[in-house]
């Protein structure tokens, strides 16, 4: 496997259109050779396929990627030219593999498919713009005089490349060359689990770093167990509120006394990894850096029960690094993925001029105040990243507590009108209800066509249940789970509605 340690290199198999050597190809085998954030490895495509260019060659290469994809399992895969990209995508939609397609000019620009279906394409050519970055991201100079500093410097950008499509931006950094952190915790009602936050993160502070806990008003000893861990740690602040506002609120106060201009956020109860707030901080190392750092984390499996939910409410970090496309529409489909622009409030970091930039977290909104914070980030064109790298688990709170957060959800999608959310949870309340009518009054084929919509609906959190502990009883628990939820949404949907309703009437009697 993979080092996944923040700071590790990233594994790139770089795939070459032929033997013949040439000015681009050399120029990206010297960008890939000038950095040491990669662990490349060459692999070029047969002479004959490409000579000929036959469907027979092409099926060879792709036959020959798919074996070595594999056996080598990188993180990503650098396609050179779009010879190189036509045997390398079909290959890698086969093994789920990530794939940076370098584009050499117009000459060779191929078929637009290939840029479509690749993660991410970039440019050698100073007139073609193919990225968001620019020409300049990969531009070969004019003559092969060129300076070690500039070799570094766009060897840096393509690895920032690589490693993002791969879900590891900051891959191959010395985490000691990002920005100090303020970690801000808001906690309320949790003086049990500060003892265990404070232990858990303490060793990952650098000596510049602080952990900033806010007592949102809590009603136990939580703030008197956070003020005596300040007094004995002088990395460790604590404030208190004087009444309960909510998570918004108190993380807003933590910013406001935090002294970095990176912030990360993360809620108690959560078990984190030794590397988690390295992995939050090494991509703001990368050139350029980005405004938000989503972490995706994975949740609690202590019984089957948890792991029926973990497989079917929640997506799958797997799947970030090794995602099919139909496991990937599915995802996208029902809102079962880790996305930079949507993430958990419990895993994520920011930069200060982002949150001044939206003024701050929403403290008007109680569920879903992170998506709203994140879609105010992105909707101002600053850059949100996912990272795989920052290992957290959330543990989960039970039945009763996650049926009352999915109502939370709920009402949240619909009081800060949530379209992409408010879609989907519109569409479940209206399949459940013309599902069970057609199950009672429907004939064969009505009744046909509801289980293969189904099955189509369950067939991914059931694939995931082949990989947990107890395959076939997560596997039977799974449409339970996957259906109360649902309706917990659809419940809280439905509250605002109603309330907004009879606000309404109130109004108009």
Same mark, same amino acid.
């Given at each position: 496997?993979?080092? =996944?340690?923040?700071?590790?290199?990233?594994?790139?198999?770089?795939?070459?259109?032929? %033997?013949?050597?040439?000015?681009?190809?050399?120029?990206?085998?010297?960008? #890939?050779?000038?950095?040491?954030?990669?662990?490349?490895?060459?692999?070029?495509?047969?002479?004959?396929?490409?000579?000929?260019?036959?469907?027979?060659?092409?099926?060879?290469?792709?036959?020959?990627?798919?074996?070595?994809?594999?056996?080598?399992?990188?993180?990503?895969?650098?396609? @050179?030219?779009?010879?190189?990209?036509?045997?390398?995508?079909?290959?890698?939609?086969?093994?789920?593999?990530?794939?940076?397609?370098?584009?050499?000019?117009?000459?060779?620009?191929?078929?637009?498919?290939?840029?479509?279906? %690749?993660? +991410?394409?970039?440019?050698?050519?100073? &007139?073609?713009?193919?990225?968001?970055?620019?020409?300049?991201?990969?531009?070969?100079?004019?003559?092969?005089?060129?300076?070690? &500093?500039?070799?570094?410097?766009?060897?840096?950008?393509?690895?920032?490349?690589?490693?993002?499509?791969?879900?590891?931006?900051?891959?191959?950094?010395? *985490?000691?060359?990002?920005? *100090?952190?303020?970690?801000?915790?808001?906690?309320?009602?949790?003086?049990?689990?500060?003892?265990?936050?404070?232990? &858990?993160?303490?060793?990952?502070?650098?000596?510049?770093?602080?952990?900033?806990?806010?007592?949102?008003?809590?009603?136990?000893?939580?703030?008197?167990?956070?003020? =005596?861990? +300040? &007094?004995?740690?002088?990395?460790?602040?604590?404030?208190?509120? /004087?009444? @309960?506002?909510?998570?918004?609120?108190?993380? @807003?106060?933590?910013?406001?006394?935090?002294?970095?201009?990176?912030?990360?956020?993360?809620?108690?109860?959560?078990?984190?990894?030794?590397?988690?707030?390295?992995?939050?901080?090494?991509?703001?190392?990368?050139?350029?850096?980005?405004?938000?750092? $989503?972490?995706? !984390?994975?949740?609690?499996?202590?019984?089957?029960?948890? $792991?029926?939910?973990?497989?079917?409410? !929640?997506?799958?970090? +797997? /799947?970030?690094?090794?995602?099919?496309?139909?496991?990937? $529409?599915?995802?996208?489909?029902?809102?079962?993925?880790?996305?930079?622009?949507?993430?958990?409030?419990?895993?994520?970091?920011?930069?200060?001029?982002?949150?001044? %930039?939206?003024?701050?977290?929403?403290?008007?909104?109680?569920?879903?105040?992170?998506?709203?914070?994140?879609?105010?980030?992105?909707?101002?064109?600053?850059?949100?990243?996912?990272?795989?790298?920052?290992?957290? #688990?959330?543990?989960?709170?039970?039945?009763?507590?996650?049926?009352?957060?999915?109502?939370? !959800?709920?009402?949240?999608?619909?009081?800060?009108?949530?379209?992409?959310?408010?879609?989907?949870?519109?569409?479940?309340?209206? %399949?459940?209800?013309?599902?069970?009518?057609?199950?009672?009054?429907?004939?064969?084929?009505?009744?046909?066509?509801?289980?293969?919509?189904?099955?189509?609906?369950?067939?991914?959190?059931?694939?995931?249940?082949?990989?947990?502990?107890?395959?076939? +009883?997560?596997?039977?628990?799974? *449409?339970?789970?996957?259906?109360?939820?649902?309706?917990?949404?659809?419940?809280?949907?439905?509250?605002?509605?109603?309330?907004?309703?009879?606000?309404?009437?109130?109004?108009?009697?």
């Amino acid at each position: 496997m993979p080092d =996944r340690r923040p700071g590790a290199p990233l594994r790139v198999l770089v795939v070459m259109p032929s %033997a013949i050597s040439g000015r681009d190809v050399d120029w990206v085998l010297r960008l #890939v050779a000038a950095t040491d954030r990669l662990e490349p490895t060459v692999h070029t495509l047969s002479t004959a396929g490409r000579r000929n260019g036959s469907a027979a060659g092409l099926l060879s290469d792709v036959l020959r990627l798919r074996a070595e994809l594999r056996a080598r399992d990188p993180d990503v895969v650098l396609a @050179n030219g779009s010879a190189a990209g036509a045997a390398v995508l079909p290959a890698a939609t086969l093994t789920g593999h990530r794939v940076v397609r370098v584009d050499h000019g117009s000459g060779s620009a191929g078929p637009r498919w290939l840029s479509r279906r %690749a993660s +991410a394409v970039v440019s050698t050519s100073p &007139a073609d713009v193919s990225t968001a970055e620019g020409p300049s991201l990969l531009s070969r100079p004019g003559s092969d005089d060129v300076s070690a &500093a500039e070799l570094r410097e766009a060897a840096h950008r393509l690895a920032g490349v690589l490693a993002e499509a791969a879900g590891r931006p900051g891959a191959g950094i010395d *985490p000691t060359q990002a920005p *100090p952190m303020s970690v801000v915790v808001p906690v309320w009602r949790e003086g049990a689990l500060v003892d265990d936050l404070v232990d &858990a993160l303490l060793p990952q502070l650098r000596p510049e770093d602080e952990l900033v806990m806010v007592d949102d008003g809590s009603p136990d000893d939580t703030a008197e167990r956070a003020e =005596r861990a +300040a &007094a004995h740690h002088p990395q460790v602040r604590a404030l208190r509120q /004087e009444k @309960n506002s909510g998570a918004a609120a108190a993380r @807003n106060a933590g910013v406001a006394v935090a002294r970095h201009a990176h912030l990360a956020f993360t809620d108690a109860g959560c078990h984190w990894g030794d590397g988690w707030l390295d992995g939050m901080r090494t991509p703001f190392a990368e050139s350029p850096s980005p405004d938000l750092v $989503a972490g995706a !984390y994975r949740v609690s499996r202590r019984s089957v029960l948890e $792991a029926a939910s973990a497989v079917g409410c !929640y997506p799958d970090v +797997a /799947e970030v690094r090794r995602s099919g496309p139909l496991t990937t $529409a599915w995802s996208v489909l029902f809102g079962r993925r880790f996305d930079p622009t949507r993430p958990a409030g419990r895993s994520i970091s920011v930069t200060r001029r982002a949150l001044d %930039a939206v003024g701050g977290w929403p403290e008007d909104v109680r569920a879903h105040e992170d998506l709203d914070l994140s879609r105010s980030i992105a909707e101002r064109g600053l850059r949100c990243v996912l990272t795989t790298d920052a290992d957290l #688990v959330w543990d989960q709170a039970g039945v009763r507590g996650t049926l009352r957060m999915y109502v939370r !959800y709920g009402r949240g999608d619909a009081e800060a009108t949530d379209r992409q959310a408010l879609v989907r949870d519109v569409a479940r309340a209206v %399949a459940y209800l013309v599902g069970g009518l057609g199950l009672a009054v429907g004939g064969p084929r009505v009744r046909a066509v509801l289980v293969l919509g189904a099955a189509g609906y369950l067939w991914v959190p059931l694939a995931r249940a082949r990989r947990e502990e107890r395959p076939f +009883a997560t596997a039977a628990l799974v *449409p339970p789970v996957i259906v109360l939820k649902d309706l917990a949404k659809v419940w809280g949907v439905l509250e605002v509605v109603r309330g907004r309703v009879g606000g309404r009437s109130r109004a108009h009697s």
